[in-house]
């Protein structure tokens, strides 16, 4: 008897090691897979932000301007219409000609005054309709330079490469060079960046537009898919029979979380635009189109919260007589609602990254204004970031990385309100 | 390994465990609930065959036998919670005080509320101590108000032997108490609601010899106002707690009679096998 014990522990003693060196290898592997996920993830950020982050400062000249009525050409008139079709443009053009006398010709003049951006005098109006009594006074003002001065400034175009593959020429170059040793340029916090719609020049281009759009249509989105998901889940888990119709359906489910979303897109410009005459390029319609695409999400979400919720508090509640109505929903569904929370968060990033599906249905369109509503037409954050990525201009390279960055501090938001949840469910058991 | 030897031995011997109808009396005078030639499946599975017995008012009646051998099942159709099984099939006639409880038209919410259910495992809901007694009350509309509403809370709970040790928290989770609490607090939620019968599912399986001592002294106070069926896997608390007991084996219902003659006096060989710890 005791010999063979003895024979047993030798046996297991022999595995041993193989056992343990199976773990460590296992180990290591896990440790690498970890390794190699976050280097892309710290890649990623790294040449994001290294790109975007300075699209946060956007580079402004300060000018003497002389509020002169002479040089509005207004007269004696101080109304509104006025105010808002006079000539501002000439205000920082004779400013510029202050600072820089010695340019006489009409070409060089056209590149002094190219410096500043053309959407200076939209400034100026707005601050001289704000306060008509600021005519005829001298103000410091700081306006928005031009992109390309922008660049310079940043330091993100090359000075050293030959005049003519350069767009600045040497002459504007020097201008800015004097400038800056003036104490007149100047990098502030681009507010722009976050108010302003869309533009075609780059220092006057937001993602206000895009935010305000990806926010009506996540909310059409969630108004939508949250109740009906959840309506579905509960319905589906707790009151269908299992036949052959429910198991159908259930599978149809799952198939629909696995259809590519530009099929969605196709789908919402069939059905919403063509059928239903829903305008296009509106948040209503990406609304529904991701409604449609964040479904099966949601439904997959809540029908396995509700699994999850342990059998023995349906019990509880129905053998003190509750009837099924107050079962689910006194018991189940508070305890499953965090699940569900949890689905409908992940559902609605998934959404909020969404653009394919948008391009179908025209919201790829270029909008400058800010949707005042759900109808108004719009884009959102991804495909205004598709958008400035097509863009030629060299400012809107930084822009575009800027743009990912909030994207990408949203979602982080999102799921951190997600992983919040779940931790709360775990503690409630 | 000569221990071992006998066993096998013994159990080879010829026993006669025909089944040859339940042995004693299954019917008594003045039933609270009468059940006659009840069939339960599940699917192909025929796990209660043609079993009749009369449950009587204020008594205390254990349901013993091995496992598996359809006790539980038997329990569970007395208030209909078998219903929640789709593939559940239940045939032949249960009544409780002349109501046939299968009948189409009978509402099973309140069939519930009459017939209490006491589960295996503590289960009370993630709410407050107070919540969990009050929650029955409240759906059923039983209290006029709130003050009615503590009434019942705290004569449920004295009557459950949990008063002294919870008054201080009664806003505390119930979910907080100790295993032998948790269990005192859902029998005080059973009879928040005021049932007729209380059903117990091995009420005491999941708890220490104190708390299950608690427990067996709280079910032989409530006989004075419930009728209660328990089903245990201990014949120690069967003989303990219980005025009848009825030994079910394989799905039937093989013998039925007082305690005190099952336990001294088994008819049954099936019985007197299990009794004297042959085997289950």
Redesign the interface.
Do not use: E, Q, S
């Given at each position: 008897m005791s010999n063979s014990t003895q024979t047993t522990i030798e046996k297991v003693n022999a595995t041993l090691e193989r056992r343990y060196a199976k773990e460590r290898r296992f180990r290591k592997m896990g440790i690498a897979a970890i390794a190699i996920g976050l280097l892309f993830v710290v890649l990623l950020f790294v040449s994001i932000i290294s790109k975007g982050h300075s699209a946060f400062w956007q580079t402004h000249i300060k000018l003497d301007i002389e509020f002169s009525a002479e040089l509005l050409d207004i007269g004696d008139r101080r109304d509104i219409e006025t105010l808002s079709t006079a000539n501002y443009a000439a205000l920082t053009k004779a400013s510029l000609k202050a600072i820089f006398p010695e340019v006489d010709q009409r070409k060089g003049r056209r590149m002094l005054y190219k410096m500043i951006s053309i959407g200076a005098p939209y400034l100026l109006r707005e601050m001289v309709i704000n306060d008509p009594t600021l005519i005829g006074s001298h103000q410091t003002v700081w306006l928005p330079a031009d992109d390309d001065i922008d660049m310079l400034v940043k330091e993100q175009t090359d000075r050293n490469l030959p005049e003519s593959s350069r767009r600045l020429n040497d002459k504007v170059i020097g201008w800015v060079d004097q400038l800056m040793a003036r104490g007149a340029v100047e990098k502030l916090f681009n507010t722009t960046f976050f108010t302003a719609g869309d533009s075609r020049e780059p220092e006057l281009a937001g993602i206000g537009g895009a935010i305000t759009g990806s926010l009506y249509t996540l909310l059409v989105a969630l108004l939508l898919a949250f109740p009906i998901g959840v309506a579905t889940a509960i319905y589906l888990e707790e009151f269908a029979p299992t036949n052959r119709w429910t198991d159908m359906i259930e599978v149809n489910i799952n198939n629909l979380a696995a259809v590519p979303s530009i099929v969605f897109g196709l789908l919402g410009l069939a059905l919403f635009i063509n059928l239903a005459g829903l305008p296009r390029s509106a948040p209503l319609v990406g609304g529904l189109v991701l409604t449609l695409m964040t479904l099966p999400t949601i439904i997959i979400a809540s029908r396995a919260a509700l699994k999850s919720v342990p059998p023995s508090i349906r019990e509880a509640a129905m053998g003190i007589g509750a009837s099924k109505m107050q079962t689910i929903f006194h018991h189940v569904l508070p305890l499953a609602m965090p699940g569900m929370l949890t689905g409908t968060i992940i559902g609605m990033a998934q959404a909020l990254g969404e653009t394919a599906p948008l391009l179908m249905i025209g919201m790829v369109a270029f909008v400058v204004d800010i949707p005042g509503g759900p109808l108004d037409p719009s884009t959102v954050l991804p495909v205004q970031i598709f958008l400035w990525a097509d863009s030629p201009e060299r400012a809107f390279l930084e822009r575009t990385s800027a743009a990912i960055m909030v994207l990408l501090a949203f979602l982080i938001f999102m799921n951190l309100i997600a992983v919040l949840l779940r931790k709360r469910f775990e503690q409630q058991r | 390994m000569l221990a071992m030897n006998n066993l096998i031995e013994e159990r080879q011997q010829p026993v006669s465990t025909e089944f040859t109808g339940t042995v004693g009396d299954i019917s008594i005078s003045n039933p609270r609930m009468t059940t006659r030639n009840v069939d339960v499946h599940y699917g192909d599975k025929h796990a209660i065959m043609d079993v009749s017995l009369d449950i009587g008012r204020h008594e205390v009646l254990s349901l013993i036998g091995p496992s598996g051998c359809g006790k539980s099942t038997f329990l569970r159709c007395l208030?209909r919670?078998n219903d929640?099984i789709?593939i559940c099939r239940v045939t032949g006639q249960i009544k409780l005080d002349d109501q046939d409880i299968y009948d189409k038209n009978l509402d099973v919410?309140?069939?519930?509320?009459q017939v209490?259910?006491?589960?295996q495992?503590p289960?009370?809901?993630?709410k407050s101590i107070y919540d969990n007694i009050a929650?029955?009350p409240r759906?059923?509309g039983l209290a006029e108000d709130q003050t009615e509403l503590d009434g019942i809370v705290e004569g449920s709970l004295h009557r459950a032997g949990l008063w002294d040790e919870v008054k201080d928290r009664l806003h505390q989770p119930g979910t907080g108490l100790s295993g032998g609490q948790q269990q005192r607090l859902?029998i005080a939620?059973?009879i928040?609601?005021s049932p007729e019968v209380i059903l117990m599912d091995e009420p005491c399986s999941a708890l220490d010899p104190i708390a299950t001592a608690k427990i067996e002294a709280l079910i032989d106070e409530l006989r004075q106002n419930f009728t209660i069926v328990i089903v245990t896997h201990s014949m120690q608390q069967a003989a303990r707690v219980s005025q009848r007991t009825a030994y079910f084996h394989l799905g039937r219902l093989i013998e039925v009679g007082q305690t005190e003659d099952i336990f001294t006096n088994p008819q049954h060989k099936l019985t007197e096998d299990y009794i004297t710890g042959r085997f289950g």
């Open positions: - | 208030n919670m929640t789709d919410v309140p069939l519930r509320a209490g259910m006491v589960f495992k289960n009370p809901f993630p929650y029955g759906i059923h859902c939620r059973t928040a609601v």
